[in-house]
């Protein structure tokens, strides 16, 4: 159910809908006048997160007549990029600079997944690029016909080619470039360029891996209710 009370002119039916605290048309007084509560998952109590329905200027583009669709309770920082049949499912966010590009096939980002600041993710029909559950893209990150599966964690700068498959809780090293087709067990540690197995997941990486989901879906929440767009005069 969208939480956005009073259709603007702006909103047309039929389109994604999202929220977006202080983004192009908004201001974080309009945003915080729209915040609401909802129990989190697995929470005791409810959380306030900003829900309202997506502002025309928000960066989200249709494209052949296919409109990004995103859930009213996942977080799209105001200058990510999303176009065509990209999918963004409850408590996922999309970061800073991020662009998914879903021309050739659907981008799949799962429930309480993250695809964090000026990672580019794209790819065809045949493997759906797909982020899974509580899944991390870190930051400058390519994912490229790829499926990603639940709470791995692709680290930053790595790139991640058409075809291949990361296991759960995988680990995906910084720098590291996963060639096409290749398979990272569930558990398991990839490092270098090109990509080798290098054992499993254990010690600090393994509690990283453990607690980046949960660390980011808060940290998704205090941008939706507490950035605002500074503006020059």
């Not at 048309?25 to 309202?52: K, N, W």
Request: net charge positive; glycine share 14%; hydrophobic share 40%.
């Amino acid at each position: 159910m969208s939480a956005f009370r009073g259709s603007s002119p702006a909103m047309r039916p039929g389109r994604a809908r999202h929220a977006v605290a202080g983004g192009e048309g908004t201001d974080g007084r309009t945003a915080r006048a729209y915040a609401r509560r909802y129990a989190a998952p697995g929470a005791g109590g409810s959380r306030t997160q900003i829900v309202l329905g997506h502002h025309v200027r928000m960066p989200l583009f249709e494209f052949e007549g296919v409109a990004p669709s995103v859930s009213p309770q996942a977080w799209i920082a105001p200058t990510a990029t999303l176009v065509g049949d990209v999918r963004v499912e409850a408590h996922a966010s999309v970061w800073y600079g991020a662009v998914l590009r879903a021309d050739f096939g659907p981008i799949i980002v799962r429930q309480g997944a993250n695809v964090q600041d000026g990672s580019v993710l794209h790819g065809g029909a045949d493997p759906v690029t797909e982020v899974g559950p509580g899944a991390t893209i870190g930051h400058l990150c390519v994912v490229h016909s790829a499926r990603i599966g639940e709470q791995a964690l692709v680290g930053n700068g790595a790139t991640v080619l058409d075809g291949a498959m990361i296991g759960a809780r995988a680990l995906v090293a910084a720098g590291c470039t996963v060639p096409p087709g290749m398979s990272v067990p569930d558990g398991m540690l990839a490092a270098g360029v090109p990509a080798r197995l290098v054992g499993e997941v254990t010690g600090s990486a393994l509690r990283w891996v453990q607690t980046n989901p949960e660390t980011y879906r808060e940290l998704a929440r205090r941008h939706a209710a507490g950035v605002i767009q500074v503006r020059r005069t």
